[in-house]
Each structure stands twice: as C-alpha cells, then as structure tokens.
C-alpha cells in the first residue's frame, strides 16, 4: 500500500527543457525569462541561437520533427531514430557557429536549446529574481514530458 504525498501547488512551473517558466496557478509565461533568453542569443549583434536555421539543418537529414505542442521559441524536438547521426549533427551544428545544447534522451528524442537556457538557468533566474525563503515555502516543479507522482510506502 502506498500512500500519496500531497504537495503545495509550486509557484513556477519550468518546462520545455528549462527554455519555458509559468507562474504556478495562472499558467501564465515569464514574458520577462523569454526577453532574458532572447537577449542573451547575441553577441555583439550576432546570432548565437537561430531557430529556422537549426530546424533547415535538420530536415536536412531526414528527422521527423515533433508535433508543434511540443516546439517552442527557444527549443527544437525531433525524433531521432538512428543515434549514429549525432556525430554529424553535432558536426553541422559548430559548422553553424551557433551555440546550442544538443540533448538526447529515450533513445529517440533529440532536443536543440540555446546554451543559456536549460532547467538550471531557469532556476538561477528564478533564484536571482526573487529571494527564496523569505517568505514561507517557495516551490518549483520542473516539467518532464508527463507528471509523476511523489509516493511513499505506509506499513499497515
């Protein structure tokens, strides 16, 4: 028997890869993350994430990109079906001097975000924007694909 933990709704919610926050019980975007993001894709007027390039570069390859639900601004899914591929999308990705994080998991998904982005920044922006513990309890909840829910084992 297990019994379920019942959790304060967070505050924030971070998705997409870290590339997303949403206020808690709105569901409302951080519009200013998203203005933090954009500002930090550029350097001395270049371009250090360029979306449309990276998706040409990938059709480019064959991949089957993911159901638009599941794009955003600032992060690129696709399936990748053969893992071998890596090394030449790595390749072509620092041929485009653009700089990226290239994530792949489940052995099928292949993710492209900004360099600056990720669940970590997300975090550090949150941590940087408003002080944590001074207040009462200050809880964030970092998206995956589906929830999971917290269970503890009760002995009966």
Not at 3 to 29: H, R, S, W
Not at 133 to 154: N, V
Request: glycine share 8%; with cysteine.
């Amino acid at each position: 028997m297990a019994e379920v933990v019942l959790l304060p709704f967070p505050d924030y919610l971070i998705g997409a890869l870290g590339t997303e926050i949403q206020y808690g019980v709105t569901g409302k975007a951080v519009e200013h993350y998203q203005l933090v993001l954009s500002r930090a894709c550029f350097t001395q007027g270049e371009p250090l994430w360029d979306r449309a390039r990276i998706v040409i570069l990938l059709d480019q390859l064959g991949l089957t990109a993911h159901p638009p639900e599941f794009q955003t601004p600032f992060k690129v899914s696709y399936d990748l079906p053969d893992p071998t591929l890596l090394t030449q999308i790595f390749d072509n990705l620092a041929a485009t001097g653009l700089e990226v994080k290239v994530i792949y998991s489940g052995s099928k998904n292949l993710d492209i975000i900004p360099h600056v982005s990720g669940k970590g920044s997300a975090i550090e922006y949150l941590r940087r924007r408003w002080v944590f513990g001074q207040t009462g309890s200050w809880w964030l909840a970092i998206l995956a694909m589906t929830w999971k829910c917290l269970l503890r084992p009760t002995k009966e």
